[in-house]
């Protein structure tokens, strides 16, 4: 069924990223994981391999995984909220991510996660209505969604490439232990 969706994206006119991408990026990972993560949209890198999260920030998001005990081809399926690259990777508008939002329903709905990673505010903002609401609040929280689905808003790697420190309550150590606690939870 995936399988299907993908292809039927392939010819996608639906908001104005077709015009420059070279590829669609769908996900990654696995369609049977218990953990879904949406990032925001692809990168250049990901344009040209039609794969998400291959860059710098998808290397280091690969290693912040492994940390956690969460093993990126089996234990995720991997998605993002707008699947075309925005020019300049500037932040995905509201009619692009309105345009792709039943292509990401469509994704959840098939693969029935127990817990969607939200990576960073684009991401979070498309579940999480409270505009009061913020990123650096709301990661490590779990919010209910649908179907007993839990939502949990992480940093995005992005913002984690530009803060080293792993000091006690630093970005990255709150991460690590923001995915630990989601993998516990997935598998309850
Ligand atoms: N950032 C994202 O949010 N998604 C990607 O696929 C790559 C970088």
């Known amino acids: 069924m995936l399988q299907k969706l993908k292809e039927s994206l392939n010819n996608c006119t639906n908001c104005s990223l077709y015009k420059e991408r070279n590829n669609v990026v769908f996900s990654d990972g696995s369609e049977n994981a218990k953990i879904m993560l949406i990032g925001e949209a692809p990168g250049a890198d990901e344009d040209k391999s039609g794969i998400p999260f291959v ?12 940390k956690a005990g969460i093993e990126r081809k089996k234990d ?5 909220t707008v699947k075309c690259r925005p020019p300049k990777n500037r932040k995905p508008l509201p009619c ?3 345009a792709c939002e039943g292509n990401l329903q469509k994704q959840i709905d098939i693969v029935k996660p127990k817990v969607i990673i939200l990576c960073g505010s684009c991401a979070m903002e498309s579940f999480i209505k409270d505009k009061k609401i913020t990123i650096t609040k709301a990661r490590g929280q779990v919010f209910e969604y649908k179907d007993g689905i839990k939502l949990v808003p992480v940093f995005h790697p992005s913002y984690l490439l530009r803060k080293h420190s792993l000091e ?9 232990k923001d995915l630990k606690m989601i993998k516990e939870i997935s598998v309850v």
């Open 55 to 66: 860059g710098r920030a998808g290397k280091l998001l690969n290693e912040f995984l492994e």
């Open 76 to 80: 995720i399926y991997i998605a993002n």
């Open 96 to 98: 692009e991510k309105i």
């Open 168 to 176: 006690p309550n630093s970005p990255r150590d709150l991460t690590l």
